[in-house]
């Protein structure tokens, strides 16, 4: 399984638009299920940083997860584009696995 786990800083005002643009029933959401390989999102809200937040989305592989971005890429990168209105800096922290 893939996690791929995001880092947002949402802009002052914008964090109601950015949790809806982010939560599991938002656009992005609905594009992922899109496809097979799609396992879920999560989305976290830092305790003591409003304006932070974190993203963690499952797939069944990293293969499967760039072969969806790859076939959806325009509507990916409009998605993409919208939500910079919303924050200030977005960071891949990274692509992992659970281990058993």
Excluded: Q
């Amino acid at each position: 399984m893939l996690v791929v786990v995001w880092e947002y800083r949402a802009r002052p005002g914008r964090e109601e638009e950015f949790e809806s643009a982010y939560r599991p029933d938002g656009p992005w959401g609905e594009l992922f299920r899109e496809s097979p390989g799609f396992i879920s999102t999560t989305l976290m809200k830092d305790l003591r940083d409003p304006l932070r937040f974190l993203v963690a989305d499952r797939w069944t592989s990293e293969t499967t997860y760039e072969e969806f971005k790859r076939s959806v890429a325009e509507r990916y990168l409009d998605l993409s584009d919208r939500g910079r209105r919303l924050y200030e800096r977005e960071i891949e922290i990274g692509r992992f696995d659970f281990l058993d």
